[in-house]
């Protein structure tokens, strides 16, 4: 079992940053892969980034690529999001998940899931 929680979300105006956080707890920190999804109002669920147990890896999605970092302390036991140049489309219910199978991009392949964290960019 792994319990997650968010935290970090918030308004903000475009062209800003945040920085998103996740705690886990339970299973040994270093033994999976970190994913960030998010999920607008009438949209699915979507791919943001992931890192791998030791933390040199880590894939993003195009739509963010360049402008959000992933990164995990697994002494702290957490993992984080920066988010730089923040969009209107960035708007989103973000969550964070663990994955035991490499470093996967679809959810479906995430085991455990935390409540998410709401982030909301102004025009």
Same mark, same amino acid.
């Given at each position: 079992?792994?319990?997650?929680? +968010? ?16 705690? #886990? ?20 669920? +979507?791919?943001?980034? #992931? ?9 993003? #999605? ?26 209107? +489309? ?34």
């Amino acid at each position: 079992q792994v319990q997650l929680v +968010e935290s970090g979300g918030g308004l903000v105006q475009t062209g800003d940053s945040l920085r998103l956080s996740c705690a #886990a707890s339970g299973r040994t920190f270093r033994t999976y892969a970190m994913g960030w999804f998010r999920q607008a109002p009438g949209k699915e669920r +979507e791919f943001v980034a #992931a890192v791998g147990w030791g933390g040199s890896s880590t894939v993003y #999605a195009d739509s963010v690529k360049g402008r959000f970092t992933i990164s995990r302390d697994n002494v702290k036991n957490t993992v984080s999001l920066q988010m730089n140049s923040l969009k209107p +489309e960035d708007t989103a219910v973000y969550h964070c998940a663990t994955s035991f199978q490499g470093l996967p991009t679809t959810g479906s392949l995430y085991d455990y899931w935390g409540q998410g964290t709401q982030v909301t960019v102004s025009p």
